[in-house]
């Protein structure tokens, strides 16, 4: 889910302006009368098992979020299988597609398949139908399900949840007047949380974030952080950060990302957070003339790419750049390998702290196995 900038500033409460206000008014009442009782009940009816979980013979692990649009689950799940690899475990990742194409895969799918080419990837809204045809077929001993933590019906043994920093809680409202896809309280049935983008807020605002984390996981309240009162289990908050690896081209030859310092540079993206790419970009000392957002899961053509060079040649940009998860969807179009000033950021996630309790709840997964 992409919003324009406008958008954004309707649901922050940054526009003042009483047609804003008005705007916000209208899309509470669905949020409180319709949304946000639907998502309580149904989570209710699951806390007292009148709805019943159904589990899978190998252990699921889900990666989810609790707020639409980018939180950077995607390099997650790649960090995830690559380290369940090295430990010698048969991976497969469970995934919804959201908006496939005729191929049956999106932008996400694509990029999984590319970056873990030894781990298949099985498509299913219906996870817990998904997850049987995954161990008939694949024989797993571990399945890691993308975007699943509202997806009840199947039961996880470890929930890690996706928090964006610079969006970490949809606004504080639930959908449609915020981002939220249900109250922050239900950061309490995760088992870990993994707090994405913390290099792009400031330290007092990290700070912030982490404390009221904390105390979500703990109690499962959203009041103000206080103190433990006793002794609780604690669960891991770990800190990432989408770190640029590499600067490739159109021939796939590879730079430095460093490459970009000084660099005039035109990004376009259709994904969800792109605000953060362009955040990503002026770290590495690019002048980013603009980042154009396109919609998130967009159908790229030939004729899209031609006015998106023609733009990018009217600014005066050095380069052209685009993210990982859009190159997969034009990097077989005629188009694209005439583009010789097109280049694509390739970015993995690193956990720059916790990552020692994150890694124990993973070692001590039924049926883990430590590599050599």
Not at 8 to 29: E, K, P, Q, W, Y
Not at 161 to 178: E, K
Not at 180 to 191: D, F, K
Request: with cysteine; aromatic share 4%.
């Amino acid at each position: 889910m992409q919003l324009s900038q406008r958008c954004r500033s309707i649901l922050n409460g940054s526009d003042t302006r009483l047609s804003a206000r008005l705007v916000r008014l209208l899309l509470a009442m669905p949020a409180w009368c319709l949304y946000g009782p639907a998502v309580t009940l149904r989570n209710r009816l699951y806390d007292w098992h009148l709805l019943r979980s159904s589990a899978l013979p190998v252990p699921v692990i889900c990666v989810g979020n609790i707020t639409v649009g980018g939180t950077g689950k995607t390099p997650l799940v790649i960090w995830l299988c690559r380290r369940l690899r090295r430990n010698g475990r048969r991976v497969v990742v469970l995934a919804r597609a959201y908006k496939a194409d005729t191929t049956g895969h999106n932008d996400e799918t694509r990029l999984l398949c590319r970056e873990l080419p030894d781990v298949p990837v099985v498509i299913d809204p219906d996870r817990l139908r998904g997850g049987r045809r995954a161990i008939d077929q694949y024989h797993p001993d571990v399945i890691v399900m993308d975007d699943g933590f509202q997806h009840r019906r199947l039961n996880r043994d470890l929930d890690i949840i996706a928090v964006d920093c610079t969006c970490p809680f949809g606004y504080d409202h639930l959908l449609p007047r915020g981002l939220l896809r249900e109250a922050p309280g239900q950061l309490s049935r995760a088992h870990a949380v993994i707090l994405t983008r913390s290099d792009q807020v400031e330290p007092d605002e990290l700070a912030r974030i982490t404390r009221r984390i904390e105390h979500l996981l703990r109690t499962g309240l959203d009041t103000e952080p206080s103190p433990p009162t006793k002794p609780s289990p604690s669960k891991p908050l770990a800190l990432s950060c989408h770190r640029p690896v590499a600067l490739l081209g159109p021939d796939d030859s590879e730079f430095a990302p460093t490459a970009l310092d000084g660099q005039r540079v035109y990004a376009f993206c259709g994904i969800a957070n792109p605000s953060a790419f362009g955040t990503t970009l002026k770290q590495l000392g690019a002048e980013v003339i603009n980042v154009h957002a396109l919609a998130d899961h967009i159908a790229y053509n030939s004729n899209l790419l031609r006015r998106l060079v023609r733009t990018a040649e009217t600014c005066q940009a050095d380069r052209l750049v685009t993210t990982e998860k859009d190159w997969v969807k034009i990097k077989d179009l005629p188009t694209t390998r005439q583009i010789a000033n097109l280049y694509r950021l390739k970015i993995e996630a690193v956990i720059t702290a916790g990552e020692q309790p994150l890694g124990e709840l993973l070692d001590n997964l039924p049926g883990t196995t430590t590599a050599e």
